[in-house]
């Protein structure tokens, strides 16, 4: 295989359902303090933030952990929820692609 052939990056890429699931809840979890402004109110939000720590955790294991972000002041602005799918989805096709070198 050539070199240029080799870094060339995919035309798509193929998320398996279960995945896009996970990234629509992150989505929602995410634009609901958005849309619902009383959310970003520090007592009302914190609660909205627990039930969304212990679904990451759930959904995602340890990775889940990262939306403990929301709890820290002006954090809310950031689609943090997004941002543990992200980390969650690298880490999920790493570990694939260092299984499928190890059976080579």
Do not use: H
């Amino acid at each position: 295989m050539k070199k240029e052939e080799r870094l060339r990056p995919p035309k798509y890429v193929m998320i398996p359902l279960d995945m896009l699931v996970r990234f629509i809840f992150c989505v929602i979890l995410d634009g609901l303090e958005f849309i619902v402004p009383i959310l970003l109110s520090p007592l009302i939000g914190d609660i909205l933030d627990i039930v969304g720590l212990g679904i990451g955790l759930a959904k995602f294991g340890w990775v889940g952990g990262l939306t403990v972000l929301e709890f820290l002041p002006g954090a809310d602005y950031f689609p943090i929820f997004i941002f543990t799918w992200v980390v969650w989805y690298y880490n999920i096709k790493r570990q694939a692609r260092k299984q499928r070198e190890k059976m080579q």
